[in-house]
Structures are given as C-alpha cells and as structure tokens.
C-alpha cells in the first residue's frame, strides 16, 4: 500500500501502510499562540479554530504524513473536571474538522484520544466509564472526517483496555494504543509498570490496528522501546512519538525542551531499523524539528 492519504483506511489495510512520518507536539504549539499552562485549549477548537488551523498546517507544510487533531482532552471526564463534559461531542468533532481542513489529502488524519485523568486502580473511575467516553468521543471523530484514531499518553493496562474497547465499539476506524513508558532502568516501563510486552499483548488479544509509545523519555531512549515492541513479533505496527529530549527547568518553573532540530532525524534510521513504522515528536517538538525529520522518509 502506498502513501495516499486521499485513500481510505480500514481495519484490513492498516497494516500495508508504509513507514510514514508523523507531526510533533501540539500543546506547547498553542502555548506559543497564547494559551496559558494548564489551559483546557481543547476549547479552542470552536473558540478559536484558526489557532488550532495554523499548528495543523504548520506541521503539513513541515512535510508530515500524519497528523493529530487538537482533542487529547475531548472525552467527558477530562472535561467534566472543568465542567465542560456536554461539550465532549461539539469539540471533538470540530477538532477533527480543522485537521481535516489542514491536510487537504496530503496527510492522513488520526484522531487523539487522550487519558480521562483518573485510574481505575484509584478507584477514582471504572472501565465502563472509560469505555462509554472513549466510544462517545471515536464517534464525533470518526463523524468529523478523521482516517484513525490513536489512544494516547496511557499508564495502565487496564484503563488502556478499556479506552479501546470502547473506541472499536464507537467508530468502525483503525484503532492504536500508545502508552507512555518513562520508568524503570531503561525506561521501558509505564509510571504503573507496565511493560512493552504487556503492552504489545494487550493491543493484539483486543483488537488493535497498531501500538506504540508516546511521550515519556525522550526520543533517544525510544530506540530500546522500539527494539523491545519488536522483539514481541505479532505484527502490529509500531508508533513512536518520542519527546524533544530531556526537559530544562527555568527559573520560572516551566519546563523547556532544548533538543536540536535534526534531533528526531538522526535517531529516526535507528528507529525505522527495528520495525517502527510511525515516527514523529511528542512534548517540545516542533514543526522545523518535523521538517527535518520529514526529509528521512523522502530519501
């Protein structure tokens, strides 16, 4: 299957995809057009769309073949904590339409599905809740134009099950699972200890389209990650959206990413060496870092 985002994406073809580059981060974009820490800038899809239009088309004009849209936090329990939960459908969907807007079929589209803000190991939540917002927000992406759907930044496996459960029975698009491994000697492991073979076995025995990491170490310490989802076998391809090294404090207190723009290009021929077939920048990444990213996949 080539490269052809004007094509449709199904459960079936997913796999024949070929190694595709994907945009970089998307919150630390939006602070840069204003937003404040801890801003619910999910908002910003109906209450200033073109914000979110320029991150969009800044990282297709940078050469990504993959986009996200601006809903990490547009299922009802993230948003409920800022009373927001019946604006969980209108932002999603809108969200999902700006990117589609911004990819113009240069770029395929996946949705992000981010964590609720709660564990069920907390017992601060339960899977049916998860299950019923995941499904609740995969259908206002999948009605908004989006070609998949990606579950992000997940720590738990239980909650992760859950959250794809609950995307398959919302949409009928290809579904992935990235959780975020920052923890252990080689940070291979979740901040609730999961590994990357568990992780890889819960995505297959439910369903998944592909599984990955995002988030987390930064983009070097992805390669063992990466090395590791291959090594499972199986035959899901892998997604790996590392962050843009290690984080500076400043004397504000606001964490800086620093890492140099050929950063996610130099280690990307590790990365697609060891089976990944989505590569792209996760917190602090930027579209100049995705432009030089973008060149590795036009060699």
């Known amino acids: 299957m080539s490269f052809d985002p004007t094509g449709k994406l199904t459960r079936t073809n997913f796999a024949d995809l070929p190694p595709l580059c994907t945009d970089g981060a998307w919150g630390s974009q939006l602070q840069g057009l204003g937003a404040r820490p801890g801003e619910m800038t999910d ?35 993230a948003l409920g904590a800022h009373g927001l939960a019946e604006a969980a459908v209108g932002l999603a969907r809108a969200g999902a339409e700006i990117s589609r807007n911004a990819a113009k079929g240069a770029a395929y589209v996946f949705g992000s599905v981010g964590p609720t803000g709660k564990l069920i190991a907390l017992r601060n939540i339960d899977a049916s809740a998860i299950r019923e917002a995941a499904a609740e927000q995969a259908a206002a992406l999948a009605a908004g134009g989006v070609d998949a759907i990606v579950i992000e930044t997940q720590a738990a496996l239980e909650d992760a099950r859950a959250a794809l459960e609950g995307c398959l029975q919302g949409c009928n698009l290809p579904v992935g699972v990235s959780f975020s491994f920052d923890s252990g000697r080689d940070s291979s492991r979740t901040m609730m200890g999961v590994r990357v073979s568990e992780a890889h076995r819960m995505a297959v025995e439910g369903g998944a389209s592909f599984v990955g990491a995002n988030c987390g170490a930064g983009i070097e310490a992805m390669v063992e990650v990466a090395r590791q989802f291959g090594a499972c076998g199986g035959g899901l391809p892998v997604w790996i959206k590392g962050n843009a090294g290690t984080p500076v404090v400043g004397p504000d207190g606001q964490s800086r990413y620093e890492a140099p723009v050929d950063l996610y290009a130099r280690v990307a021929p590790s990365l697609l060496e060891a089976g990944v077939r989505f590569v792209g920048g996760c917190c602090g990444s930027t579209p100049e870092h995705i432009r030089a990213l973008s060149r590795e996949f036009r060699r």
């Open 43 to 77: 908002r910003w899809n109906v209450s200033a769309p073109e914000r979110v239009l320029s991150v969009a088309q800044a990282y297709v004009e940078a050469g990504a073949q993959v986009i996200l849209t601006n809903t990490f936090s547009c299922n009802r329990v």
